[in-house]
T-cell receptor, first 112, second 116 residues
Framework: LAKTTQPISMDSYEGQEVNITCSHN???????ITWYQQFPSQGPRFIIQ???TKVTNEVASLFIPADRKSSTLSLPRVSLSDTAVYYC?????????????FGAGTRLAVHP | NAGVTQTPKFQVLKTGQSMTLQCAQD?????MYWYRQDPGMGLRLIYY???????DKGEVPNGYNVSRLNKREFSLRLESAAPSQTSVYFC???????????????FGNGTRLTVT
């Protein structure tokens, strides 16, 4: 199983760029990296997914180095509404969703 | 488009009581899942259904049963509730089970269950 390690919490201020790094040293060749966001009293929401290099969508960017042993979620110009827990997941190739593990995630607090 | 709908939103049970948590999705997804989330922790998979007619155990299945009633609905049953089952329960669905690529999980907003 590809275990992930993320910082427990982070603080930022409105307008700043936030980078959350996730370590996944034993990622398998066919595994994808997926990030979810969870607000209080809501279920997690898919943010972005990638396999290698860089992926960008309207919400975030995901940077994955060549060795794929880590990944960085980048949130540009955060606002108060980005305060949430962010989960990094690795897997979903051959093992299926029964092997995907949600860790404790990273609690991001955005301050005025 | 409602996505994933869970009922009820809140429930209080006494130890030993039974109840069924309901989940329905309107995205025509093949796969459905039940997770629990305890305070300050991530989500743990209880059961999942890769496709209509199949169910499999996840990480923490003890004390629970599931039914994939049809493609849309996946219910979770607690036969004899225990205080250790106090948690927030999330239902999720995805288009495909065996690959996460381009098949993200879509979650409901949860059922908050307290067992006294």
């Amino acid at each position: 199983l590809a275990k992930t390690t993320q910082p427990i919490s982070m603080d930022s201020y409105e307008g700043q760029e936030v980078n959350i790094t996730c370590s996944h040293n034993n990622i398998a060749t066919n595994d994808y990296i997926t990030w979810y966001q969870q607000f209080p009293s809501q279920g997690p929401r898919f943010i972005i997914q990638g396999y290698k290099t860089k992926v960008t969508n309207e919400v975030a960017s995901l940077f994955i180095p060549a060795d794929r042993k880590s990944s960085t979620l980048s949130l540009p110009r955060v606002s108060l509404s980005d305060t949430a827990v962010y989960y990094c997941l690795v897997g979903g190739s051959q093992e299926g969703y029964n092997k995907l593990i949600f860790g404790a995630g990273t609690r991001l607090a955005v301050h005025p | 488009n409602a996505g994933v709908t869970q009922t009820p939103k809140f429930q209080v049970l006494k130890t030993g009581q039974s109840m069924t948590l309901q989940c329905a999705q309107d995205m025509n997804h093949n796969s459905m899942y039940w997770y629990r989330q305890d305070p300050g922790m991530g989500l743990r998979l209880i059961y999942y259904s890769a496709s209509e007619g199949t169910t499999d155990k996840g990480e923490v299945p003890n004390g629970y049963n599931v039914s994939r009633l049809n493609k849309r609905e996946f219910s979770l049953r607690l036969e004899s509730a225990a205080p250790s089952q106090t948690s927030v329960y999330f239902c999720a669905s995805s288009e495909v089970a065996l690959s996460s690529y381009n098949s993200p999980l879509h979650f409901g907003n949860g059922t908050r269950l307290t067992v006294t």
